[in-house]
């Protein structure tokens, strides 16, 4: 058995008994929030159910679905299915309104998200032999926490460097002879900048595997920094309401795709209209059940997450379903004059152009009248020219590209090397400026 297994007796286990483990852990926590959390036993009530009616795992589509309104209006400790006093932990996420969103976890939760990190971060070939450099905050955001506990549950070294200070983590993976770096992929973009403006040798350097993850990576940002920091660039998701990182991450032998730790969450994938389940393969919005939480036990959590799920074999050797990457979400999309955009979509186009940087941001605004989309474009230095007629050309050049792709034509604006703000942690690209009256 190769070592990149943590838990191989659950990472390869036949689809029968993966089916079976989940319908026994559904039970257990179907009845667990049902005994513990008054806000699930009123939803139950109101659909006349008991958890004994829960006999199969198709049954779990007469549960009610839960999202980030459940959490806001029971805020902060009504899902919490445990005494307070019992509780090792919070963290939070920042809701779209308003406050965050608030999950606990006890012992037993801290536990199995460690697992489940170290299960996920071993599937990319992260061993005990491994340095890992830590580059998201320690802080309520569950990213840096999250992976530290992962990282050091598979006995590698942590440097717990957290977020910010690019030059300092560049004196990092010098001196300490970092291997791994965890982060966005938009900080490690940065990082690749600053090292190269700063003479930072990346090819020489000891780092070899980056953990990326709490925002979208497009192939194309994935192949760029992998060129530029000479590293192997592997995507993990995740989300708060779960817990954070450790629901999927890629293996090395399925890049476009991220196993899903099912012995841990049940996923369904549903039509975000109508909320009726989709079969196996179609896109469509990612719902997930916890199958053993204590403290917070999550049924039926809608994502907005898009995304198609398979359960065929992996050349890994793993049978856990897998996931294709996150693009988009539900509530991503813009609406620009009646065609549905995602941001995503710029960046796959600005990924293929020549001289164009992967930073970028859309502005959309209706001062006009007429919903205008502005796309702020940044160039690479040997793009810049004195001519304006050859600035000119490649702007129109990018306008052509974006509106064969969006079918809207936006305005674009070149914007010079550097010009475009930097994020340390998930980077900000759209900006809607419409009044919503
Ligand atoms: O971003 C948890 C996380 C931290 C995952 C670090 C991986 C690494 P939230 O802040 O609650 O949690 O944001 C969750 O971010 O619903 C997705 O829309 C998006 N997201 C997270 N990871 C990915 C990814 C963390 N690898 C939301 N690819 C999710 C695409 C991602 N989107």
Not at 36 to 43: D, F, G, I, T
Not at 151 to 162: R, T
Not at 263 to 270: A, G, K, R, T, V
Not at 400 to 422: A, C, H, M, S, Y
Request: glycine share 8%; net charge negative; aromatic share 8%.
């Amino acid at each position: 058995m190769s070592s990149d297994f943590f838990a191989p007796e659950i990472e390869t286990a036949s689809r029968e008994r993966i089916r079976a483990i989940q319908l026994e852990k559904l039970k257990n926590q179907v009845a667990w929030a049902y005994d513990r959390v008054p806000w699930y036993k009123a939803r139950f009530q109101e659909r006349g159910l008991k958890p004994a009616d829960i006999q199969s795992l198709a049954d779990i589509a007469r549960l009610p679905f839960t999202d980030k309104q459940v959490l806001r209006d029971t805020y902060p400790y009504g899902l919490c299915a445990i005494p307070l006093d019992d509780v090792l932990r919070l963290h939070s996420s920042s809701g779209t309104t308003g406050k965050p969103i608030v999950i606990g976890f006890n012992q037993h939760d801290l536990d199995i998200w460690s697992d489940c990190v170290a299960r996920m971060v071993a599937m990319v070939g992260v061993t005990r032999a491994d340095r890992v450099q830590m580059a998201f905050g320690y802080g309520m955001f569950t990213g840096g926490f999250g992976l530290h506990y992962g990282c050091e549950k598979l006995g590698c070294m942590m440097v717990p460097a957290g977020s910010g200070n690019t030059e300092r983590h560049l004196m990092m993976i010098e001196d300490y002879k970092t291997t791994v770096l965890i982060s966005t992929p938009s900080y490690a973009l940065h990082m690749c900048e600053v090292g190269e403006a700063c003479g930072f040798d990346w090819q020489a350097s000891s780092l070899r595997v980056g953990l990326f993850g709490g925002e979208p990576c497009t192939p194309g940002l994935k192949r760029e920094i992998e060129s530029r920091m000479h590293i192997v660039c592997t995507d993990n998701y995740g989300l708060t309401e779960l817990s954070g990182p450790g629901v999927g991450g890629e293996c090395l032998h399925s890049r476009e795709h991220n196993h899903i730790a099912e012995d841990q969450f049940l996923w369904e994938i549903i039509d975000p209209r109508t909320g009726e389940p989709l079969p196996e393969g179609s896109e469509g919005e990612l719902v997930l059940s916890t199958l053993d939480r204590q403290a917070f036990p999550m049924l039926r959590y809608r994502t907005h997450d898009l995304t198609a799920i398979t359960t065929e074999p992996c050349a890994c050797g793993r049978t856990h379903a897998r996931m294709t990457k996150v693009r988009a979400r539900t509530d991503d999309m813009l609406i620009v004059r009646g065609t549905n955009i995602f941001p995503t979509q710029v960046e796959d186009v600005l990924s293929v152009i020549q001289g164009v940087t992967p930073h970028y941001r859309i502005v959309i605004d209706n001062e006009t009248g007429l919903d205008r989309m502005t796309v702020m474009v940044e160039l690479k230095p040997e793009a810049i020219s004195d001519s304006f007629e050859e600035m000119d050309r490649f702007r129109h050049h990018v306008v052509d590209r974006l509106r064969q792709t969006l079918l809207v034509t936006p305005v674009v604006k070149l914007i010079e090397p550097n010009g475009i703000e930097r994020s340390f942690g998930k980077s900000k690209h759209v900006e809607d400026r419409r009044s919503k009256l």
